[in-house]
């Protein structure tokens, strides 16, 4: 009787631990797409920070002319007269 009570003492830890590994397999998996969504996130911040950042120059800047000229060329698509456009 005790060794069949050893055996199946054996056979429950041996399936705990396998539903511990499943378990930490999971968890781990899961630790893996927050970490991408997170670097994707923080990405994603850096590049609104940096188009605040050039927002905020164009306000505080909105009345030197080579700061309308370049808005005017990039968001509008604007030339000088005898300018060549190439591409675009």
Known sequence: MR??????????????AL???????G??????????????????IAALEEENGLLEYRIENSNDPDVLEDVARE???YV?????????
């Open 3 to 16: 060794k069949r009570t050893n055996i199946l003492t054996k056979a429950a830890l041996i399936a705990v």
């Open 19 to 25: 539903f511990l590994i499943y378990q930490i397999i």
């Open 27 to 44: 968890i781990n998996a899961k630790y893996q797409k927050v970490k991408a969504e997170r670097d994707a996130k923080k990405a994603e």
């Open 75 to 77: 968001e509008y698509g």
């Open 80 to 88: 000088m007269p005898g300018e060549q456009v190439f591409g675009g």
